[in-house]
């Protein structure tokens, strides 16, 4: 449950890079949809790949919107699934940073999406990028779109951003709303501005045991906030999945190395939302309470030693701006 109130699935689906072809998506969706899975997690930055080079897709690699709103579309008319049983997250990206441009988003998202409510909508990144046009703003028409320009921090900022996604609240057009990759003092300022109208429900944050966020995780439990996991299994890393010590807890299960990093999320309370296109793997990620499956206290703790602080997504390009988070 929600600090909004509103129930949401501990386990969803990851879209980002699902599919290169709008088929690729709508199958991995309707697939999702067969083997149970009812919370799926986008982002507003797909358009960036319909302007910019093939580059950009290695590194921004949401752009399923529009083939997720069209596979949730076939799946609720054929009446295998009702809207009221999805859980839709999305996410306003850092170019949309002013009240205005961050509701517009949620809008365009909507239409995309072909739904009329959300369920949760994030800020993507505190941190903000000029406003309204480019995803990644150039400078000096650099197409590398590694060159961010700085913006002025009063017109463009993540409250103003939060504001807007509270706008979208009061007029229904999102159940809850919430913040990504916000550190500890991000959040703190966030939760003490003035005028706040609504609690962050989510910080939607890269977690895995090499990364396992205590003090975050602390800190947000104790305001209330859930914390979620991106990237909770590092990729797929196999410096991680080949582990000996979360071998050795998987074969104590019967469980692949996968499912015991997953479990260890969710005891910890964190929302997991691992991507992956195979209709096999999607079994395996939300197989995760079989009787008999829950870790000890003490194999809890044999997973938080893995933490090395160690993490993958740094978007670094965007360090020299202000309320870089890392
Ligand atoms: P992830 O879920 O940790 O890992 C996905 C990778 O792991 C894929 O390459 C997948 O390959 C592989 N995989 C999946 N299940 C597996 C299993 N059981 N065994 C072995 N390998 C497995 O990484 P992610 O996609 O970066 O993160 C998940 C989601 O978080 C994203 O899709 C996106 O929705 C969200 N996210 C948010 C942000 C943010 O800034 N808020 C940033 C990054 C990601 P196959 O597809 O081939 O199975």
């Not at 799926?40 to 399923?64: E, G």
């Not at 480019?134 to 590694?146: A, E, F, H, L, W």
């Not at 260890?264 to 296109?277: A, C, E, H, Y």
Request: net charge neutral.
């Amino acid at each position: 449950m929600l600090n909004s109130g509103h129930a949401i699935p501990a386990v969803g689906l990851g879209t980002s890079r699902l599919g290169t072809m709008e088929e690729d998506v709508v199958r991995a969706i309707k697939d999702a949809v067969d083997v149970g899975y009812r919370h799926f997690d986008t982002a507003a930055l797909y358009v960036i790949l319909f302007f910019f080079s093939f580059l950009i897709l290695k590194t921004f690699s949401y752009f399923n919107e529009k083939a997720i709103g069209k596979a949730l579309e076939e799946l609720r008319t054929s009446g295998k699934v009702k809207r009221e049983e999805l859980f839709i997250t999305t996410k306003v990206w850092s170019n949309s940073h002013t009240e205005e441009l961050a509701l517009a988003s949620v809008r365009r998202s909507l239409a995309n999406l072909r739904l009329e409510y959300l369920d949760l909508v994030l800020v993507h990144w505190p941190q903000s990028f000029r406003s309204g046009g480019d995803y990644i703003p150039r400078v000096n028409g650099n197409i590398s779109g590694t060159i961010l320009a700085p913006v002025d921090p009063t017109k463009e900022n993540f409250t103003l951003a939060y504001k807007g996604l509270e706008q979208a609240v009061a007029l229904n057009l999102t159940r809850s709303i919430g913040v990504s990759n916000f550190n500890r003092g991000q959040l703190e300022k966030l939760l003490q501005t003035p005028n706040l109208a609504i609690k962050p429900a989510v910080n939607q944050v890269e977690l895995h045991p090499f990364l396992s966020q205590k003090d975050l995780l602390e800190y947000a439990t104790s305001v209330g906030v859930r914390l979620e996991a991106y990237s909770p299994l590092r990729r797929g890393d196999a410096k991680m999945l080949e582990n000996p010590s979360l071998k050795a807890i998987a074969a104590k299960y019967g469980k692949s190395v996968a499912q015991v990093v997953l479990r260890w999320q969710l005891q910890r309370g964190v929302i997991v939302i691992p991507k992956t296109s195979r209709r096999a793997r999607m079994v395996e990620n939300a197989d995760l309470f079989s009787p008999g499956f829950l870790l000890t206290a003490e194999e809890v703790a044999t997973v938080e030693t893995l933490n090395a602080d160690d993490r993958l997504i740094k978007f670094e390009d965007s360090a020299h701006l202000a309320e870089y988070p890392f």
